[in-house]
């Protein structure tokens, strides 16, 4: 398997899997020179996205906070844990390390992993050392630390080629030389991390924060069959759960509901919200119809009530001082209920928005899109806008055929007609040129767009195309 990155029409190795490694293939060699050092072995080829990694790194920190309490990611492939205080609850250090070890590999993960004093320690050993599994005792460090290479203090590539001219190869050489000369010739920050190697400098992490579980659960005696009170516990919990959020100044994005029945497999109904919302009333308004609809079976075991996505809400201001006539907040509220009841309703595909495209074609300069989530940023680009023309007030779904007469070739219009009625054209105003990207339609014309007014009171848009010679009305303005 190999991730492939590609850089000007050429594609590059960015990793290797082990077979490939043990055949030769290394970071940086490009794709033909790979394939004929596998040749005769099948190649998996993976297009390399560096984001979908971290976030993929960022998941396993957070899920290997059941082992430490503090979990730093270190980029690119390396997690920092602080097992400070765990040793009586994991049984001792080589205990814990190596359960570490085994629910990695419960994954599919292979990893290097030291136990150290300090962090900038752990991490150099864990890359460079020659075991997959190390630990250092606290007085052991330098000695554990002498045989590495310069370049496990992750130091920059002008101080790493200046150490490598004077012969400078593993940390034991750095720790013999005089402080003063390495700060004079290679700068403090070789210092900072020979010191953070040692223990005589802190080393600062930025540790992920667990993701905050937001629900209320009612767990019944025996199973309960009536819908009555599967509603009444349902609304209780709901209650319940908008008291957590409240205190956090949050609102839902998405309500989950699960039913555990007897004889039947759990059953999970998701609701999702196009503006975040501790409106009890609007959520029971929008969940109770599909509560209804749910097969309760042989009876439920228990209702778990979660907000499966949540979203900080703006402070709000004191009844007796706010101003609903200018209240945003309200107004964005108002919006969101509206859309939640339509998209009930009719579907998410039956409620649509307008998105911006940034095209000076009349016809593409928008399309409709599912409404989604009005404050997730998601929906229309924040880099596109409106160009600053004159357009008309309705554009027609279709440029519909008209016939012209002009004074000159290629010139404004002064007589048309349009939807069988004829009429003499007072004043004009163009032409406005307009064409399409060569990236969509080739070599293809424009077209010469006019403004023109009629004796009959009508103000139309109207072009000319360039490949046909003929005349179109494209909108009219009311």
């Given at each position: 398997?190999?991730?492939?990155?590609?850089?000007?029409?050429?594609?590059?190795?960015?990793?290797?899997?082990?077979?490939?490694?043990?055949?030769?293939?290394?970071?940086?060699?490009?794709?033909?020179?790979?394939?004929?050092?596998?040749?005769?072995?099948?190649?998996?080829?993976?297009?390399?996205?560096?984001?979908?990694?971290?976030?993929?790194?960022?998941?396993?920190?957070?899920?290997?906070?059941?082992?430490?309490?503090?979990?730093?990611?270190?980029?690119?492939?390396?997690?920092?844990?602080?097992?400070?205080?765990?040793?009586?609850?994991?049984?001792?250090?080589?205990?814990?390390?190596?359960?570490?070890?085994?629910?990695?590999?419960?994954?599919?993960?292979?990893?290097?992993?030291?136990?150290?004093?300090?962090?900038a320690c752990a991490r150099a050993v864990a890359r460079h050392g020659a075991e997959a599994i190390t630990l250092v005792p606290p007085d052991g460090v330098r000695a554990v630390l002498a045989p590495l290479p310069v370049r496990a203090l992750r130091i920059d590539a002008d101080a790493l080629e200046a150490l490598t001219d004077v012969g400078?190869?593993?940390?034991?050489?750095?720790?013999?030389?005089?402080?003063?000369?390495?700060?004079?010739?290679?700068?403090?920050?070789?210092?900072?991390?020979?010191?953070?190697?040692?223990?005589?400098?802190?080393?600062?992490?930025?540790?992920?924060?667990?993701?905050?579980?937001?629900?209320?659960?009612?767990?019944?005696?025996?199973?309960?069959?009536?819908?009555?009170?599967?509603?009444?516990?349902?609304?209780?919990l709901l209650a319940e759960l908008l008291s957590q959020l409240r205190s956090l100044e949050r609102g839902i994005l998405v309500l989950a509901v699960r039913l555990r029945r007897v004889d039947l497999a759990a059953e999970t109904m998701s609701l999702r919200l196009t503006h975040p919302t501790r409106d009890e009333r609007h959520l029971w308004d929008l969940l109770r119809p599909r509560l209804e609809r749910a097969h309760l079976g042989y009876g439920v075991e228990e209702i778990v009530v979660r907000a499966a996505r949540t979203a900080r809400l703006p402070a709000e201001q004191a009844a007796f001082l706010s101003d609903p006539r200018h209240d945003a907040s309200a107004a964005d509220r108002a919006l969101g209920e509206l859309v939640d009841r339509l998209t009930d309703r009719l579907g998410d595909r039956a409620v649509t928005r307008a998105r911006l495209a940034e095209t000076y074609v009349p016809e593409q300069a928008f399309v409709h899109a599912p409404v989604g989530t009005l404050t997730s940023g998601r929906g229309p680009r924040r880099?596109?806008?409106?160009?600053?023309?004159?357009?008309?007030?309705?554009?027609?779904?279709?440029?519909?055929?008209?016939?012209?007469?002009?004074?000159?070739?290629?010139?404004?219009?002064?007589?048309?007609?349009?939807?069988?009625?004829?009429?003499?054209?007072?004043?004009?105003?163009?032409?406005?040129?307009?064409?399409?990207?060569?990236?969509?339609?080739?070599?293809a014309a424009g077209r010469d767009y006019y403004e023109v007014d009629d004796d009959l009171g009508r103000r139309l848009w109207v072009y000319r195309d360039h490949d046909s010679g003929r005349w179109f009305v494209h909108g009219q303005w009311m």
């Open positions: 398997m190999l991730l492939c990155t590609a850089e000007r029409g050429v594609r590059y190795v960015s990793h290797g899997c082990r077979r490939a490694e043990a055949a030769g293939v290394r970071a940086g060699i490009t794709l033909a020179h790979a394939r004929s050092l596998l040749a005769g072995l099948p190649v998996r080829e993976i297009p390399h996205a560096p984001e979908r990694d971290a976030a993929a790194l960022r998941a396993l920190a957070r899920w290997m906070l059941c082992f430490a309490p503090v979990v730093a990611p270190d980029d690119p492939d390396g997690l920092l844990l602080d097992l400070t205080g765990c040793r009586r609850l994991f049984g001792g250090e080589p205990r814990h390390v190596e359960r570490i070890g085994e629910a990695l590999g419960r994954w599919g993960l292979s990893a290097r992993m030291a136990a150290a004093p300090t962090f400078v190869e593993c940390l034991g050489h750095l720790f013999d030389l005089p402080r003063e000369a390495l700060a004079a010739r290679f700068g403090p920050a070789l210092l900072q991390r020979l010191d953070e190697a040692a223990g005589s400098a802190a080393e600062t992490l930025r540790p992920v924060q667990a993701l905050r579980r937001f629900e209320a659960s009612r767990a019944f005696d025996g199973p309960i069959r009536r819908w009555e009170i599967v509603s009444a516990v349902t609304r209780q880099d596109a806008r409106l160009y600053p023309a004159h357009r008309p007030s309705q554009l027609f779904d279709a440029p519909e055929p008209a016939r012209v007469l002009s004074l000159v070739p290629d010139g404004p219009p002064a007589w048309i007609e349009w939807r069988g009625v004829r009429a003499t054209v007072h004043s004009s105003a163009g032409p406005e040129r307009i064409a399409f990207p060569w990236w969509t339609r080739g070599t």
